[in-house]
């Protein structure tokens, strides 16, 4: 397979990540990620991808996102239910919005590419927003723009190989995990693939630190605030931020 075909496959599979780590309610972005599931399904990596990518398939309502929002919130949002964490700056010091978010934006500063702020509140180094980048980089790349390849590369390997087992494991493990499973077993079938394409190493494990994080742990005032917002913008039923939350500086140089 040529490269840039490769490429425009691995932007296809980032996107379709990102659509599941990134509060789909928009019917159109949702109906965009059951199309580009009919696309994999049947041309997986591996038996294992595709079994898990037809699951996922038959799992998901076809006119109504409601199910896949209904169990993002149960894993991601619940307070009742276990909160699964989605930054690697939180796998990697229990913060949110630490070092890896100051890579992410370092890394975000070597392209156009940088979060739209009134649309999307997580942090650049969220993994749905990591999947999203990836996928643009993937298509630069593919369209010609090789000065893309070595911050893709970096973005990879220093932040989302990172942190992705472990939260995959936690997914997985989650008690309302059902689509979900499925989408780990794929993920995890594409971040091998991305490894042996890429040349990077499986991170080590991090080891566990003496003082545990509890679940009242202290957070701090930036995030109270964002996920006040996230709250209020539900509780309004206001447009969420999965419509645009990737923009481009048109004035930066690369």
């Known amino acids: ?6 490429n425009k496959a691995r932007a296809v599979y980032y996107k379709i990540f990102s659509g599941f780590f990134v509060y789909l309610t928009d019917q159109s972005r949702y109906f965009e990620l059951l199309s580009l ?49 989605t930054t690697a700056s939180f796998y990697d010091e229990q913060v949110e919005s630490g070092r890896k978010r100051v890579q992410m934006l370092d890394f975000l500063a070597k392209t156009k590419i ?19 980048v990836l996928s643009e980089l993937a298509n630069l790349v593919a369209d010609g723009q090789e000065q893309y390849k070595t911050v893709q590369h970096c973005i990879f390997a220093d932040v989302l190989n990172e942190f992705v087992d472990e ?11 059902n689509i979900f499973k499925d989408v780990i077993v794929a993920l995890l079938s594409f971040m091998e693939f991305e490894r042996l394409y890429l ?10 630190k003496k003082q545990e994080v509890n679940k009242e742990e202290t957070i701090s005032k930036e995030e109270m605030e964002r ?11 206001a447009k969420k931020q999965d419509d645009v939350f990737i923009t481009y500086d048109v004035e930066s140089d690369i």
């Open 1 to 6: 397979m040529k490269e840039q075909e490769v």
């Open 37 to 85: 599931l009919d696309i994999v399904k049947t041309n997986p990596l591996d038996n294992a991808s595709g079994e898990a990518f037809t699951n996922i398939a038959n799992k998901l309502q076809k006119d109504s996102n409601v199910a896949l929002l209904q169990e993002y919130d149960d894993i991601f949002h619940n307070p009742h239910t276990t909160q699964v964490r």
């Open 114 to 132: 940088r979060r739209d702020e009134k649309n999307y509140s997580e942090y650049e180094d969220s993994i749905g927003f990591v999947f999203a």
């Open 167 to 177: 939260i995959s494991r936690t997914i997985y493990e989650h008690e309302k995990a």
């Open 199 to 208: 040349e990077v190493s499986r991170a080590k494990p991090k080891e566990l």
């Open 227 to 237: 996920r006040a917002r996230n709250k209020a913008a539900k509780a309004a039923g």
